[in-house]
């Protein structure tokens, strides 16, 4: 079946850094989503891309749909500590004819203090 | 957005036995969702639940070790059946937004299953 591969999987930064991650996948997506998984909690609807190219901003975080539609990246400028989680790509495959959502395995942001 | 809750938050299982993970929305909708999330893992989707009919299983997963009920439009329940350490995760259930896809769905905030 379909896999995301997102990188990295985890990442230690200074409070006020950019952050970067990205997904790519072996087939084409019809739609990017981004979640945030704060501890003890269920994942959270970040920003949704739906069309190549598109770029999509929710305060700090950008995100982009790959003009392949085969990619994505998430960026967060001048992190702050409420930044701290798990950060997971999803998307769902064209090939999906029930539209099922795929996720990927998560990159854990740590900031140090 | 409308809200999800779960009970219970987490638990610590003796291994054989069973437990059963409710799900609460604070609005009707049509579909919910079981995830099952393994430590340091992402979420893998168990099964759809479905209100007025049988819940649809993912692969890998089967009835009778995650037996799902729907008896209406705004909770769901599943069970984790002869439990084992493997069974341990967080379990989640979903929902979409009303009215929107899949991609809109929000999430409860998990039951933390701990398996002796």
């Known amino acids: 079946g379909q896999q995301l591969n997102q990188s990295p999987q985890s990442m230690f930064i200074q409070e006020g850094e950019d952050v970067s991650m990205n997904c790519t996948t072996s087939?084409?997506?019809?739609?990017w989503l981004w979640y945030k998984q704060d501890p003890g909690e269920g994942p959270v609807l970040l920003i949704a891309?739906?069309?190549?190219?598109e770029l999509t901003s929710n305060g700090r975080l950008t995100a982009q749909f790959g003009i392949t539609r085969k990619d994505s990246f998430l960026n967060i400028s001048a992190s702050i500590p409420s930044d701290v989680g798990i950060y997971f790509c999803?998307?769902?495959?064209?090939?999906?004819?029930?539209?099922?959502?795929?996720f990927g395995k998560g990159t854990r942001l740590h900031i140090l203090p | 957005s409308a809200v999800i809750s779960q009970k219970p938050s987490r638990d610590i299982c003796q291994r054989g036995t069973s437990l059963t993970i409710q799900c609460q929305v604070d609005s009707q909708v049509t579909m919910m969702f079981w995830y099952r999330q393994q430590p340091g893992q992402s979420l893998t989707l168990i099964a759809t639940a479905n209100q007025g009919s049988e819940a649809t299983y993912e692969s890998g997963f089967v009835i009778d070790k995650f037996p799902i009920s729907r008896p209406n439009l705004t909770f769901s329940t599943l069970t984790v059946s002869n439990m084992s350490p493997e069974d341990s995760s967080i379990y989640l259930c979903?929902?979409?937004?009303?009215?929107?896809?899949?991609?809109?769905?929000?999430f409860g905030p998990g039951t933390r299953l701990l398996v002796l």
């Open positions: 087939s084409i997506f019809n739609t």
């Open positions: 891309l739906y069309k190549a190219g």
């Open positions: 999803a998307g769902q495959p064209r090939m999906n004819r029930d539209d099922k959502i795929i």
């Open positions: 979903s929902a979409p937004q009303p009215f929107g896809g899949l991609e809109t769905q929000y």
